[in-house]
């Protein structure tokens, strides 16, 4: 590698190969570290630069899955015009929607790359790597950099049980394509490795740690799946091993029955007795908020504004759930609505569709792109997994890189056509 990087000075080839190389251990990071994707995505823009070529890449900003992300980044931007709190509040909420930017630099480097897969592969390995890690330290609390006597911790050896979580359903679903395909195509042996490590993903969420996120998006998905890929009988088949396996899993599973009995618990508990479960604050967060967005229902409140808005808007005791007070209503609609109002709902929900769109063809491509958005959306439900750092760059690198994949594929069908009229 270091050679490589040393002789693209002098050669397309080994700069192009830089550039896929970097996302390739951003993508590996992802799993692990903060920090390192964030000085990672900057390396590869710097390679990036060696090897864009301005003309292409401009043309390239025109089509809507570029311009709804810059859009919405521009709106943030212009947002802190009409906010009323602190510039430093202000610019520290511009920062969540930036990584949007990138989508079009990734977009464009795909489309010229053959080497797409290799990101998503490293992410694969990445994540399976992790369940390792997380039984680890699920023997050996004391393994885990997370520190000890948080039960929230139990599991998990880096970041937290909702980004794991998220990467371990969208690893799970992502799969179910290359083992039909490969079962399909009669290599058995290639099936049964991808379903070993399927498996190993949902065998730790069910008996080490899963987010009640993940257990809402993955049934979504996986009927998706069913729908797209599968024929009636087999979705009739899949659906009743699906039910006898989830049934088996829960029976089998404390931790999984403790986690889907924390629904009603908490949300028991917040009705009765008022008290901030996880369950209860979203419900207070949610109904201010669509009061706080009915109150500016066109722009919004401008960027950063909603701390100061559920500070003003606390009532009670400062431990109950009416008077807590958060900068993020979790909630992607929710976040969006009151800070940029049905404007930047409309970009919003524009540029998921658009991004959806795209993935609408047939392909590993097509699908591992499909299912980033589609899981985006719908975890976007209960927290606001677009600007959060971790499940946002999620998404960026995957709409990024499945779309040049995507993109690529069809420009390379649009020329074998015109050849073909020829």
């Not at 290639?190 to 899963?210: E, H, K, P, T």
């Not at 989830?246 to 931790?255: F, I, R």
């Not at 008022?274 to 908020?289: A, D, H, Q, Y």
Request: aromatic fraction near 10%; charge should be positive; charged fraction near 10%.
């Amino acid at each position: 590698m270091l050679s490589v990087m040393a002789s693209a000075r002098h050669d397309p080839f080994a700069r192009m190969l830089n550039v896929d190389l970097m996302a390739v251990l951003v993508a590996a990071l992802l799993p692990w570290s903060t920090s390192g994707v964030g000085i990672g995505m900057l390396v590869w823009l710097a390679a990036l630069a060696a090897t864009l070529e301005l003309r292409p890449f401009l043309n390239s900003l025109r089509r809507p899955i570029n311009v709804l992300p810059i859009a919405l980044v521009a709106l943030a931007a212009i947002g802190t015009l009409w906010s009323d709190t602190s510039w430093g509040s202000r610019l520290y909420a511009v920062s969540p929607a930036t990584k949007l930017l990138f989508l079009p630099f990734l977009l464009y480097h795909f489309e010229r790359s053959t080497r797409g897969l290799w990101v998503f592969i490293a992410f694969l390995a990445s994540c399976t790597l992790m369940t390792v890690a997380s039984w680890i330290v699920a023997i050996e609390p004391s393994l885990s950099m997370k520190g000890l006597g948080d039960p929230a911790t139990y599991g998990i050896f880096t970041k937290n049980y909702i980004d794991q979580s998220q990467e371990f359903v969208l690893c799970t679903v992502v799969l179910a394509l290359p083992i039909i395909i490969s079962l399909r195509d009669g290599k058995i042996r290639q099936a049964l490795l991808l379903m070993a490590v399927a498996v190993n993903f949902i065998v730790n969420m069910a008996f080490v740690v899963v987010s009640r996120t993940a257990l809402v998006t993955l049934p979504v998905m996986l009927v998706v799946f069913a729908m797209a890929h599968l024929r009636w009988k087999a979705n009739v088949l899949l659906s009743v091993a699906a039910i006898a396996l989830g049934a088996l899993a829960w029976t089998a599973s404390p931790h999984l029955q403790a986690t889907t009995e924390r629904f009603t618990r908490d949300y028991r508990l917040y009705k009765e007795l008022n008290e901030p479960t996880s369950i209860g604050l979203r419900l207070e967060f949610w109904e201010k908020s669509l009061r706080f967005f009915a109150e500016a229902p066109i722009i919004g409140h401008g960027t950063g504004s909603t701390r100061g808005l559920f500070e003003a808007a606390a009532t009670g005791p400062a431990g109950s759930a009416q008077g807590q007070v958060i900068g993020n209503p979790h909630n992607q609609t929710l976040n969006v609505a009151v800070q940029w109002g049905m404007v930047g709902v409309v970009i919003l929900y524009t540029m998921w569709f658009a991004h959806f769109s795209l993935f609408r063809g047939e392909g590993l491509a097509a699908w591992i792109g499909l299912m980033v958005v589609l899981q985006n959306i719908f975890s976007s439900l209960f927290n606001s997994h677009l600007f959060d750092f971790h499940e946002g760059w999620m998404y960026v690198l995957g709409v990024g890189v499945a779309g040049g994949m995507v993109l690529r594929a069809g420009a390379r069908r649009t020329d074998s056509s015109g050849m073909a009229a020829r």
